[in-house]
């Protein structure tokens, strides 16, 4: 499936440079075929038959992020009556558990399960930038407001750890808040994707990979509070090496996950993965 889909539910089938497309509902049936051989078509359209019910079916919600509760799904929505939902996975039926939905401010981009704390973090209504805090029953504990988020179809991540929560913010720079919704950092770079460790944060901007220290803020002439950057990669885009000039030509990271062998892993859309060692 695309980050962009529409209705009608389907599933797309890939095979090299070949490409086919199955409706869902109201029937299963193939709506468009490009080369992938009848033999193939035949397997997938008995693949989806047999798990056609299996697919957690969201009811009428949209979907803009997920994450895992032991053996339950959370998700969130922007749709006008979407908001928080929760899923069973064990049953077979994946059946809705429970929903939050109240307006504009239940309108979700991002979802994040922290495990060691035992809390649910959201990212609501882009307008105003609302973090929601819950439990693991779904229940609200507290929320508070970080600002405009711009654009508002853009990544948005938000992540935390036990200490602090994270927000990518678009165009609107990153912020780094406590649990109780005090702003302890930030940056004014554009901020599409963050990852975390005990030091530093590692920021996908719109000029490459940025990597800020976490523990060490400064304050502007207007009082507002940020994180120093302590190293920066500018990509120049396919073929080329990781430079540092600022006057080079930049290209914009989409998200960035700081891996278990300790390199840093960017990915920039269109011009692909770029790894890095820190």
């Known amino acids: 499936f695309f980050a962009n889909e529409h209705l009608p539910i389907h599933v797309h089938l890939e095979n090299a440079d070949d490409l086919a497309k199955i409706a869902l509902e109201p029937e299963i049936k193939l709506v468009e075929n490009n080369g992938i051989k009848a ?6 359209m008995n693949i989806v038959e047999e798990y056609k019910e299996e697919r ?8 803009n992020c997920v994450d895992r509760i032991g053996d339950e799904l959370v998700t969130i929505s922007g749709y006008s009556n979407g908001g928080i939902n929760k899923f069973g996975l064990t049953d077979n039926s994946n059946q809705e558990k429970k929903h939050i939905k109240g307006g504009d401010d239940y309108q979700g981009k991002y979802v994040y399960y922290n495990e060691n704390k035992g809390k649910i973090i959201t990212l609501n209504n882009t307008d105003r930038g609302i973090v929601t805090i819950y439990n693991t029953n779904m229940e ?9 988020i711009y654009p ?20 609107n ?7 109780s919704g005090n702003k302890i950092g930030g940056s004014k770079k554009s901020a599409n994707g963050v990852d975390v460790d005990e030091k530093y944060i590692y920021l996908a901007t719109g000029d490459g ?12 002439a207007n009082g507002d509070t940020y994180n120093r950057t302590i190293k920066k990669f500018n990509y120049r885009g396919r073929g080329a ?5 600022e006057t080079d030509i930049k290209q914009s990271a989409n998200f960035v996950k700081k891996g278990p062998d300790g390199r840093i ?14």
């Open 56 to 63: 957690v079916n969201l009811t009428g919600y949209s979907a």
């Open 241 to 245: 090496t990781s430079v540092t000039n």
């Open 152 to 171: 508002t179809d853009g990544k948005n991540v938000c992540i935390a750890d036990n200490e602090y929560i994270y927000i990518c913010k678009g165009q």
């Open 140 to 148: 609200e504990e507290h929320s508070f407001e970080v600002g405009s």
């Open 209 to 220: 990979l940025a990597i800020l220290d976490r523990n060490a803020t400064y304050t502007d």
């Open 265 to 278: 892993y960017v990915a920039y859309g269109m011009y692909g993965l770029q790894i890095y060692e820190f």
């Open 39 to 44: 033999k193939d078509i035949k397997r997938a």
């Open 173 to 179: 720079g990153f912020a780094m808040y406590d649990y």
